[in-house]
């Protein structure tokens, strides 16, 4: 039978309480006459305020919240308590790579001739900075086996954007500017997005019974009109293209171009170099692969490496360096597509992301890779008899289940996922990618113990007991959260999306 949610849960080490009544209490509780703190007294000539700031002038008080400076501090204090962090816990969003932030990253970042560097002070007086944004360029395209870099994208969706932009200045260039990209099904969903926004017509791609690109039908596909394939690499499925020499061939014989999408390089640094299986233009994410923070939306950044034909197109400026050895932004470039980004793009994720490449060195950065493999592969090994394994293809650095044994008792990988908070764990990536119906994708990241990984099985594994016992256990979940089950519907149509008094 299930224990309880709240107490210890099924051997799992992962300790949940009943909230405390302080918590309980509703979100507002602002009352008239409190004060938090007294401004003293106006020590300046008195001014009339009203004619100063004329139809601006406010006539009566803004109905803001009033409190003591106790209740102040225990309630943000509180709600730091109610979120769950990389800090705290197992991040196994699949897709998303949420890796730990090793602290010495933001140490660097902090360093003062970093931090407080102004993006307008002049190249003569920003050398130091300008040499480290040089050194990370040299670095990625190392590790990528590109020529030629730029690090303005804020993004991965930015990135590609970049991407397909010189992909399109290149064929224009050549008189033909070409109609299509061809995606497969199984690439991250900003693919088409990215395409169709350069005013490319998009075609889809199916995957084959391993979950690969089908040689054949690529064949077929490919013709004089097709500007380029857009390939996620490894796939969303966790699946490496053992194919990808042949793949570049094919579309090369046809003047197409290769776009990697290099999002899960997480499981390629050290390993592997997609400059040397034939693709021609890809993004990073620093803020995946290269352990640069991004919860909360940002900031991120997703440079884009291309082969020497595309590096005339690069977006401005592009660093360089002069005779005397100075480092230089170059804007004299006429067949640029332009700025894609204000200033040079996000620089404290630079610095973070390069303090991350050289304190692993690239021992430590193919490790890395190989414990992020392993841990995914670990994963899929624990739980592959009780979770559906849609395709048996070797596994990369995510594993993707479906929650087809489940869904037979009218459990769902939603539910899953929100009986696993219950469990101290943050949900995996549920019903992506979409190829995958229920699909659960999960990526551990080399970050986790394995301690960490046999309490997240345990607690998996124990879920699944709960769906043949107690199924309405699992479909009713969360039980231990402050707020149980919202109307997801309701909330996307009718959001509330600021305070009001």
Same mark, same amino acid.
């Given at each position: 039978m299930?224990?309880?949610?709240?107490?210890?849960?099924q051997?799992?080490?992962?300790?949940?309480?009943?909230?405390?009544?302080?918590?309980?209490?509703?979100?507002?509780?602002?009352?008239?006459g409190?004060?938090a703190?007294?401004?003293?007294?106006?020590d300046?000539?008195?001014?009339?305020?009203?004619?100063l700031?004329?139809d601006?002038?406010?006539?009566?008080?803004?109905?803001?919240?009033?409190?003591?400076?106790?209740?102040?501090?225990?309630?943000?204090t509180?709600?730091?308590?109610?979120?769950?962090a990389?800090?705290?816990g197992m991040y196994?969003?699949?897709?998303?790579?949420?890796?730990?932030?090793p602290?010495?990253?933001?140490?660097?970042?902090?360093?003062?001739?970093?931090?407080?560097?102004?993006?307008?002070?002049p190249?003569?007086? *920003?050398?130091g900075?300008?040499?480290?944004?040089?050194?990370?360029?040299?670095?990625?395209?190392?590790?990528?086996?590109?020529?030629?870099?730029?690090?303005?994208?804020?993004?991965g969706?930015?990135?590609?954007?970049?991407?397909?932009?010189?992909?399109?200045a290149?064929?224009?260039?050549r008189?033909?500017?070409?109609?299509k990209v061809i995606?497969?099904?199984?690439?991250?969903?900003?693919?088409?997005?990215? *395409?169709?926004?350069?005013?490319?017509?998009?075609?889809?791609?199916?995957s084959?019974?391993?979950?690969?690109?089908?040689?054949?039908?690529?064949?077929?596909?490919?013709?004089?009109?097709?500007?380029?394939?857009?390939?996620?690499?490894?796939?969303?499925?966790?699946?490496?293209?053992?194919?990808?020499?042949k793949?570049?061939?094919?579309?090369h *014989?046809?003047g197409?171009?290769?776009?990697?999408?290099?999002?899960?390089?997480?499981?390629?640094?050290?390993?592997?170099?997609?400059?040397?299986?034939?693709?021609?233009?890809?993004?990073?994410?620093?803020?995946?692969?290269?352990?640069?923070?991004?919860?909360?939306?940002?900031?991120?950044?997703?440079?884009v490496?291309?082969?020497?034909?595309?590096?005339?197109?690069?977006?401005?400026?592009?660093?360089?360096q002069?005779?005397?050895?100075?480092?230089?932004?170059?804007y004299d470039?006429?067949?640029?597509?332009?700025?894609?980004?204000?200033?040079?793009?996000?620089?404290g994720?630079?610095?973070?992301?390069?303090?991350?490449?050289?304190?692993?060195?690239?021992?430590?950065?193919r490790q890395?890779?190989?414990?992020?493999?392993?841990?995914?592969n670990?994963?899929?090994?624990k739980?592959?008899?009780?979770y559906?394994?849609p395709?048996?293809?070797?596994?990369?650095?995510?594993?993707?289940?479906?929650?087809?044994?489940?869904?037979?008792r009218?459990?769902?990988?939603?539910?899953?996922?929100?009986?696993?908070?219950?469990y101290?764990?943050?949900?995996?990536?549920?019903?992506?990618?979409?190829?995958v119906?229920?699909?659960?994708?999960?990526?551990p990241?080399?970050?986790?113990?394995?301690?960490?990984?046999?309490?997240?099985?345990?607690?998996?594994?124990?879920?699944?007991?709960?769906?043949?016992e107690?199924?309405?256990?699992?479909?009713? *979940?969360?039980?231990?959260?402050?707020?149980?089950?919202?109307?997801?519907v309701?909330?996307a149509?009718?959001?509330?999306?600021?305070?009001?008094?």
């Amino acid at each position: 039978m299930a224990t309880n949610p709240l107490s210890n849960t099924q051997g799992t080490g992962k300790v949940r309480q009943h909230p405390t009544q302080n918590e309980a209490l509703l979100f507002e509780i602002s009352a008239p006459g409190k004060h938090a703190y007294m401004l003293p007294p106006l020590d300046v000539p008195s001014v009339d305020a009203a004619a100063l700031l004329g139809d601006t002038y406010r006539m009566q008080s803004a109905a803001l919240p009033e409190l003591s400076e106790v209740e102040i501090v225990r309630h943000f204090t509180r709600l730091s308590t109610w979120n769950y962090a990389i800090d705290l816990g197992m991040y196994p969003l699949g897709s998303c790579t949420m890796k730990y932030n090793p602290r010495v990253n933001e140490v660097v970042a902090r360093t003062e001739g970093l931090a407080e560097a102004h993006p307008y002070r002049p190249e003569s007086l *920003a050398q130091g900075a300008l040499e480290v944004i040089d050194l990370l360029q040299r670095c990625l395209l190392e590790i990528t086996g590109m020529d030629a870099i730029t690090l303005q994208p804020a993004a991965g969706a930015h990135g590609e954007l970049t991407g397909i932009m010189l992909a399109r200045a290149w064929h224009e260039s050549r008189g033909n500017a070409r109609k299509k990209v061809i995606i497969p099904d199984s690439a991250h969903g900003t693919n088409p997005a990215t *395409a169709a926004t350069c005013g490319y017509t998009v075609e889809n791609l199916k995957s084959n019974a391993e979950g690969g690109i089908d040689l054949e039908a690529l064949a077929r596909q490919v013709d004089e009109q097709t500007a380029a394939l857009m390939l996620t690499n490894p796939s969303t499925l966790g699946v490496f293209e053992s194919q990808v020499g042949k793949i570049a061939e094919i579309l090369h *014989a046809k003047g197409a171009l290769f776009y990697m999408d290099g999002a899960n390089m997480n499981a390629l640094v050290g390993k592997t170099r997609p400059g040397d299986f034939g693709v021609d233009v890809m993004h990073l994410n620093l803020h995946k692969t290269f352990s640069t923070p991004h919860g909360g939306g940002g900031p991120g950044s997703g440079p884009v490496a291309c082969k020497k034909f595309l590096e005339p197109f690069l977006p401005i400026p592009v660093l360089v360096q002069d005779k005397n050895g100075a480092k230089r932004w170059q804007y004299d470039r006429p067949q640029s597509i332009g700025r894609v980004r204000s200033f040079y793009g996000n620089a404290g994720v630079f610095f973070r992301a390069l303090a991350y490449i050289l304190a692993n060195g690239p021992d430590g950065l193919r490790q890395t890779t190989e414990d992020a493999v392993l841990n995914a592969n670990y994963l899929r090994k624990k739980l592959e008899d009780l979770y559906e394994l849609p395709y048996k293809t070797a596994s990369m650095h995510e594993a993707v289940f479906s929650d087809k044994r489940q869904a037979a008792r009218g459990v769902k990988t939603g539910d899953i996922a929100k009986r696993l908070i219950d469990y101290g764990f943050h949900p995996y990536t549920v019903s992506f990618p979409l190829i995958v119906h229920g699909a659960m994708m999960i990526e551990p990241t080399e970050s986790e113990p394995l301690e960490e990984l046999d309490a997240f099985v345990a607690a998996m594994r124990a879920i699944a007991r709960e769906v043949e016992e107690t199924p309405e256990l699992v479909k009713t *979940a969360p039980h231990s959260t402050r707020i149980s089950r919202l109307d997801e519907v309701q909330a996307a149509r009718k959001p509330i999306l600021r305070w009001k008094p």
